[in-house]
């Protein structure tokens, strides 16, 4: 609609331009006929009668004639030089489409007859640029990532191969050294399975949109189901998970996408969570909108980290062991499947607590 109203503007200003022209020339070349014709007509009638009196005759007889043709001829040739302005300046917004691909701090700058043009063509310039720095950023992003995922798959890989070589070789390894060995070769061989199962999740994200199969859900059953599966997880990591949620609450969505999303808040908050602190989940049901709570005791987090959490492949903390380290597509993926249910979620940080906030639509 904007682009349109500026063509209308633009094709406005090009008219009145050329009216405005036209008029300027009119009476310019009024005033210099009746000039001539008080000062220098008896001098111009004499010259033409000297050198055609045919001709001379001619003009006398059709005076009107004459003036209409120097007329004709003075709007003809300000039209001309009219039309070869603007022509020139479409030359230089053609000239200026080249260095739009140039990814550079140039401002475009046309002649005034289409200045109109410029403020588009800048802002393409830097939408254009924009998506350059973007694409570039997310190519390293994604570069980081798969060596930080290889050098991930590399340990418990050389682990499971060392113990399974141990069990191999020695010949009189004891039942609860070999029952040790297999429960570390389990454990780093599951891990493996989660690196892949990431890097299947990069491939989907990347080449696939997310599809949405709602169904009437009991969202309160659908989050204590969840907690109670981390049960020996909290233990493990030294936390306790509270959930605070009405014991039925309905909501139109898909179940396995919220779970997922749900799932990457939970196992976000057990990874970041201070040892010996409490994971606090909430559900609240208002009139026209359902809200999630996720909230943790974590390390502070400066706000430029705190602003790319949903950024894809984006690992907040890079220094992260490879037994938590994960694709830094969690949260990127909970973001899309929330508002493919045309939902919101938003992070804070206090000095205390690091808290998600969802709000479903009803």
């Known amino acids: 609609m904007k682009l349109k109203n500026k063509t209308t503007k633009t094709k406005i200003k090009l008219s009145l331009s050329l009216l405005g022209n036209i008029m300027i020339a009119f009476i310019i070349s009024m005033i210099v006929y009746f000039i001539i014709a008080l000062f220098f007509e008896s001098f111009l009638s004499d010259l033409v009668a000297n050198l055609n009196y045919d001709l001379y005759s001619w003009i006398v007889y059709n005076r009107e004639i004459v003036v209409i043709i120097y007329i004709a001829i003075v709007l003809a040739v300000i039209i001309y030089r009219f039309i070869s302005k603007y022509v020139d300046a479409m030359g230089e917004v053609y000239k200026s489409l080249d260095t739009i691909l140039k990814e550079d701090n140039q401002t475009i700058k046309l002649p005034s007859e289409v200045s109109i043009f410029s403020d588009k063509l800048n802002e393409i310039k830097s939408d254009y640029i924009f998506a350059k720095k973007s694409e570039k950023e997310s190519e390293e992003k994604k570069n980081d990532l798969i060596m930080y995922m290889a050098h991930d798959l590399k340990n418990p890989l050389t682990s499971i191969i060392g113990y399974l070589t141990l069990m191999n070789d020695e010949k009189n390894i004891t039942k609860r050294t070999q029952n040790k060995y297999l429960k570390i070769a389990l454990d780093k061989a599951l891990r493996v399975e989660e690196l892949t199962n990431q890097f299947f999740d990069i491939t989907r994200y990347n080449l696939h949109s997310m599809p949405i199969n709602k169904t009437e859900i009991n969202i309160s059953y659908l989050l204590k189901q969840l907690v109670?599966?981390?049960?020996?997880?909290?233990?493990?990591?030294?936390?306790?998970?509270?959930?605070?949620?009405?014991?039925?609450?309905?909501?139109?969505?898909?179940?396995?996408?919220?779970?997922?999303?749900?799932?990457?808040?939970?196992?976000?908050?057990?990874?970041?969570?201070?040892?010996?602190?409490?994971?606090?989940?909430?559900?609240?049901?208002?009139?026209?909108?359902?809200?999630?709570?996720?909230?943790?005791?974590?390390?502070?987090?400066?706000?430029?980290?705190?602003?790319?959490?949903?950024?894809?492949?984006?690992?907040?903390?890079?220094?992260?062991?490879?037994?938590?380290?994960?694709?830094?597509?969690?949260?990127?993926?909970?973001?899309?499947?929330?508002?493919?249910?045309?939902?919101?979620?938003?992070?804070?940080?206090?000095?205390?607590?690091?808290?998600?906030?969802?709000?479903?639509?009803?």
């Open 228 to 362: 109670d599966e981390y049960y020996p997880v909290y233990k493990q990591q030294q936390l306790k998970c509270e959930l605070t949620v009405p014991d039925k609450v309905m909501y139109n969505g898909d179940g396995d996408k919220l779970a997922r999303a749900f799932d990457n808040l939970l196992k976000n908050a057990i990874n970041y969570s201070i040892k010996n602190t409490t994971i606090y989940i909430s559900l609240v049901e208002k009139k026209d909108a359902i809200v999630i709570n996720f909230k943790n005791k974590g390390e502070k987090i400066p706000d430029y980290k705190l602003n790319k959490m949903f950024d894809k492949f984006y690992r907040g903390d890079d220094s992260r062991s490879s037994a938590t380290g994960g694709a830094g597509l969690g949260l990127a993926i909970t973001k899309e499947i929330i508002e493919l249910h045309d939902g919101t979620i938003a992070v804070k940080n206090d000095d205390d607590f690091i808290e998600f906030n969802i709000k479903l639509k009803k």
